[in-house]
């Protein structure tokens, strides 16, 4: 009788203390996370007030949100506010675009496993980086060669090997190789540029900032049929940096 008691009061005892063991493990686990990732938590916050709660539904895009490392992608000096509501100035008269709208326009875009994907405007290269986790292939422009360099340079770090960037004026596209699924602009022209319509493939879609800081600027959605038709509509009302042209090419 009493030697059961005791052994009865062993296994509660090693349950406890298998118990602390997993609390312990737990503990340890979270503080690793928090350790190797200290943004991670605000990311989640970020993704859940301010992308979920205005309606982005796409589970792929929520955890790649969820999962790109936004702080790298801004100025030493403003990491603590990777994760605002807001966008952030990155040098040379270029911004990282508020979180929520780089989901939307990622939502919009309906990227697959098997895309090409041409974006305009590389700017920190973080829209790039969400893109890169959905595609097959992210080809990306930007006029400033500070902005293309360093991007660059962070992506290769960060291990993003499928996406490849090119100093340059994404007026002209990239010619060579055209045709792409996806075409993604961010930065604004006053209207979508001809060069890359043609450079859409038939069943693509473009998403673009379009208009002017004084006419206002619309998010615009652009298939190109099967036949080669084009379709438009308009998603919201947004505000881009305008998309310059390059030296030799003056409007
Ligand atoms: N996608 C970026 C946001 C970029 S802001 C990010 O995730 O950080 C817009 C960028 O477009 C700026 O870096 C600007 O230099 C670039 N840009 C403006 N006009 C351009 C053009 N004609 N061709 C390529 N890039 C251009």
Redo the contacts with the bound molecule.
Sequence with gaps: MQRSATRGRRRLELHSSERQMTVRLMLATALLWLATDPFAAERDRMVREQIEARGIRDADVLRVMRDTPRHR?VPALLRAHACDDA?LP?G??????QPFV?ALMTELLEPGRRHTVL????????????LARLVRHVY?????PE?ARS?ASLLAELGYGNVTVRQ????QGWPGLAPFDRI????A?PEVPQALLDQLARGGRLVAPVGSAWRGQDLVVIDKTASGAIRRRTASAVQ???????PD?KP
Excluded: N, R
């Design positions: 992608f966008p990155i040379h008269g270029a911004t990282i675009s780089v974006e305009i405007g590389t700017g920190s290269g973080y829209q790039a980086a969400v990306t422009i930007e006029i400033v902005l991007a340059g004026d994404g007026y993604i602009l961010t930065a022209p881009f940096v305008p998309m310059v042209h390059g090419d």
